[in-house]
Each structure stands twice: as structure tokens, then as C-alpha cells.
């Protein structure tokens, strides 16, 4: 961090931040975005040329229920969340490019987002694909298997860890 860097940090008000996301207020993610933005995406365009706003809105939706869960020790550690944060968003995106567009829709839940994204970051791309196609594509779990040579015992238990992940 070079001297203007750090000048800048030292004149941004964390605890600010912090509180207004914890009293539920619009202006908390109005700050995350003002403060934050420019180098969410500097630092997710030079990752990931693709879904760059995705991974934005993703990472600052991840930061709000994390602070509001009161999961944050000090609002001094709200920029290395914010930077952890991306860097998981990114990887969850690079996992699942298929099904990204998907998890954009304003029709899916903020939180319910996050979760399922969290979900995909502990499967690989074969298990991604077969819960792409059972749950979104509506696709017979039979069909899945035969087509994707999955065993149905390991297709079950696929399935159970995604609901345990996305369920906690």
C-alpha cells in the first residue's frame, strides 16, 4: 500500500459502515459499493473477464451477511473481508460459469445466492453440472446418471451435501 493508499484508508469510517449494515440500512451497501467498487472490479476484471458486476454484487451481498450474522471482529477487518470475500466469489465463478447467469436472477434471494454459490465452491464440475441439470433443467436423476455414468449412490450423496451446505 503506498502513502496516498493509506491515507485514503485512514479517512474511511468503517464503523460507519459497519453500523448502517447492521441496523439494516440501504445505505450500508450504498457505502460498501461507494468506497469499495472501484477496486472490486479492477481486482475482478484482472481475475475474470467475464460476470466482473456478478462477482461485485456477489461479494458485497456475501460482506452484508456476514457483518449482519456478527461474524465480523472489528470493522478495521471489513476491507480484508471484502478482499477475502472476492476472492471467494471469484472462485465459486470460475467454477461455475454454466450456471452463473442462473444465480444472477433478481427472482433468487440475496441470501439464498450466497449460500448455493458457497455450496458449489466445495463440489467439483462434475457434481456441479449433475445438480445444474437436476435442479434447474429438471432433468430425471436416472437420466443424469446414465447420461453423466454418476452411480446413483453417489448422485444422492451429492445431492445431500449441497442441501446440508446450502441449508446452514
Sequence with gaps: MNSSQAAYAATVDYNRIVELILAGDPGGKASLYSVFGRGLQFLAKRRSARHVDDCI?????EVINYVQAGKLASP????????????RVLVIASKTSETWPLMTSPEVPESLKV?????????????????????LCNQPQ???????KIGAARFEQTKAIARRMIAS
Excluded: P
Design 57 to 61: 454484487e456477489m461479494t458485497v451481498a
Design 76 to 87: 478495521q477487518h471489513l476491507l480484508s473481508l471484502v478482499r477475502e470475500s472476492l476472492n
Design 115 to 135: 449460500r448455493v454459490l458457497a455450496a458449489f465452491r466445495n463440489l467439483d464440475q462434475r457434481e456441479i453440472e449433475a445438480l445444474r441439470r437436476f435442479y
Design 142 to 148: 436416472e437420466q443424469i446418471c446414465r447420461e453423466m
